[in-house]
């Protein structure tokens, strides 16, 4: 089975620090993405990557950047945390070819206060 | 714009029983529908997949139908169980060359009681 690794279950950060979210696949996936989910909201797309250093732009890319240097590992750095990135935050990866399978990271949830 | 809706929001029903979650969608062009279930505190995990040319696509008790004709999808769970209890959502992938930029509903809650 596909696994996608997301390093920490629970964070709890302060306002203005600089926070990684880490996340492997293990299957030599191209595409990796992070996506964010609130309630009442879905899922939404934050970036993703289609190839190692390659990255591209989701829905909601402000206050995020990401790093993608070796297949398996794609990072989502937040610059400087504040209150309205509190979120669980989802990381997935894919295979190419007609069905699209996703399968997603166990999700980080991260507090800022 | 694309938007996938899902009713109910929510529904709780007794163990044993039968359900069926709904979801419509407006995403066009369309390549394929799956529907996910996500445990409280978890990612999703892939229920069912179907492009548009399938109809119906089981995975145990779990059968989700498509009609692609009138953008509706749902998912029919059959002798419910309480590890059932859980959000399920639906998710629309859009042909290429959105391809990458899923739309998700927003899940309907089932809680599976006693």
């Known amino acids: 089975d596909v696994k996608v690794t997301q390093s920490s279950r629970y964070l709890v950060k302060r306002t203005g620090e600089k926070v990684f979210l880490e996340c492997v696949q293990d299957?030599?996936?191209?595409?990796m993405f992070w996506y964010r989910q609130d309630p009442g909201l879905g899922l939404r797309l934050i970036y993703f990557?289609?190839?190692?250093?390659?990255?591209e732009k989701g829905d909601i890319p402000e206050g995020y950047s990401v790093s993608r240097e070796k297949k398996e590992r794609f990072s989502l750095i937040l610059e400087s945390a504040s209150t309205n990135q509190t979120s669980m935050y989802l990381c997935?990866?894919?295979?190419?070819?007609?069905?699209?399978?996703?399968?997603f990271g166990s999700g980080t949830r991260l507090t800022v206060v | 714009k694309n938007q996938v809706e899902q009713s109910p929001q929510s529904l709780i029903i007794l163990e044993g029983k039968n359900c069926t979650l709904q979801?419509?969608?407006?995403?066009?062009?369309?390549?394929?529908l799956r529907w996910y279930k996500q445990d409280t505190g978890r990612g999703p995990v892939s229920l069912t997949i179907?492009?548009?040319?399938?109809n119906t696509k089981s995975n145990g008790r779990y059968t989700a139908t498509l009609d692609a004709d009138t953008k509706q999808s749902s998912l029919h769970i059959t002798a419910s169980q309480l590890s059932d209890s859980a959000s399920y959502i639906c998710v629309v992938s859009p042909g290429i060359p959105g391809g990458n930029k899923l739309t998700f509903g927003t899940g309907t809650q089932l809680k599976v009681e006693l």
């Open positions: 179907m492009t548009f040319s399938e």
């Open positions: 979801c419509n969608y407006t995403v066009s062009p369309f390549s394929n």
């Open positions: 997935a990866s894919r295979t190419t070819g007609v069905d699209y399978g996703y399968t």
């Open positions: 990557s289609y190839d190692v250093k390659m990255k």
């Open positions: 299957m030599d996936h191209e595409n």
